[in-house]
């Protein structure tokens, strides 16, 4: 029988999974905010330029990417506050499962409520 290495607790469990989701979806937030902070600056340079970009935006494409960001800053803030109440709730660490399917519950509903309203405006229905 083999014998687990000491500080495995979340290995392979729910903890570990909420720490990668969370690094996936920050990491997404930071490169959506990079082109955002990019692309913004680039109506001091050339307007036309920045009218071009903002216009290769408005498609199918990056309607459905919209989704996914909007998923990702959801499950990030959630996530954090999930964090938070773990860190400064004596029985945090207890609840932290359910906390986490909690958060993965509000964010899929959040989005499923959020998902035909967008996409009635991406396919312009």
């Known amino acids: 029988m083999a014998i687990k290495p000491a500080g495995t607790l979340y290995r392979g469990?729910?903890?570990?999974?909420?720490?990668?989701?969370?690094?996936?979806?920050?990491?997404?937030?930071f490169f959506f905010l990079l082109v955002h902070v990019l692309d913004t600056a680039l109506v001091r340079v050339s307007?036309?330029?920045?009218n071009i970009v903002i216009?290769?935006?408005?498609?199918?494409?990056?309607?459905?990417?919209?989704?996914?960001?909007?998923g990702a800053i959801l499950f990030?803030?959630?996530?954090?506050?999930?964090?938070?109440?773990?860190?400064?709730?004596?029985?945090?660490t207890k609840y932290q499962s359910v906390m986490f399917w909690v958060?993965?519950?509000v964010t899929v509903i959040a989005v499923a409520g959020f998902t035909p309203m967008h996409l009635a405006r991406v396919f312009g229905h």
């Open 13 to 29: 469990k729910v903890g570990m999974w909420s720490w990668v989701l969370h690094r996936i979806s920050g990491v997404g937030i």
């Open 47 to 50: 307007p036309e330029a920045y």
């Open 55 to 70: 216009e290769s935006y408005k498609t199918p494409v990056v309607g459905l990417a919209e989704l996914g960001l909007v």
């Open 76 to 92: 990030h803030g959630l996530n954090g506050l999930r964090v938070i109440a773990i860190d400064f709730w004596s029985k945090g």
């Open 103 to 105: 958060v993965i519950a």
